[in-house]
């Protein structure tokens, strides 16, 4: 029986903060666009909550981080909260990608994004992978996998601002592996650049009603 192709594509951008609004205030001042009140919402079994900006349609920025209104969670937060020192400056740490067979995908790849676990925020709810110890897979240059379970993607909910990423720029000494991965999983997207280099780094590219700006 003829399988068909992999196919994944890049979802949404993470930036990680101490806290939720001074995350909010550092993509506004990047970007020139209020995030605010775009607040999402909480995410109970890991004790963080998000905001969320769109990028176009299926695409968009999440700001995460943990909730200081929420117990401890007992395990590991995802995108490597738990490793944010007080007051730790606001930055883009991660992406995540979209896959319509999140299963099929993971074991393909061939550095391992994490374990599948299912995940719920309202009434949306999702299957994403996770590393055990919460930290970002090649610190963050690798994306983790996603799978929508309920309909319409979230992007759609979002109000249209105008913003569009124009590249997602990945800097990793283990880029010919990430590259291996990426292509294993079916993920060509030619606003991806990757490229090997000493130290990891994460910008992006964002067109905005004023012009290009970056995310770093």
Known sequence: MHQAPLHTEPDHLVVTAASLQAGMDWVEEKLGVSMAPRIGGEHVRLGTHNALMSLGPGFYLEVIAIDPAAPAPGRARWFGLDRLAPGA????????????????????????????????????????????????????????????????????????????????????????????TLQAIGLRDRRIALRTAPAPRLAAAIVTPHGLRRLD
């Open 89 to 180: 400056p606001p930055r883009l740490a991660h992406w995540v990608a979209r896959s319509g067979d999140i299963h099929a995908a993971a074991q393909a790849a061939t550095i391992k994004p994490g374990v599948i676990e299912e995940m719920s925020r309202g009434a949306l709810h999702w299957l994403i992978t996770i590393a055990a110890d919460g930290a970002l897979q090649c610190e963050g240059a690798l994306p983790s996998l996603i799978q929508w379970q309920t309909e319409p993607h979230p992007a759609s909910a979002l109000p249209e601002l105008g913003c569009r990423l124009e590249r997602l720029e990945l800097d990793h000494p283990r880029a010919p592996e990430i590259a291996e």
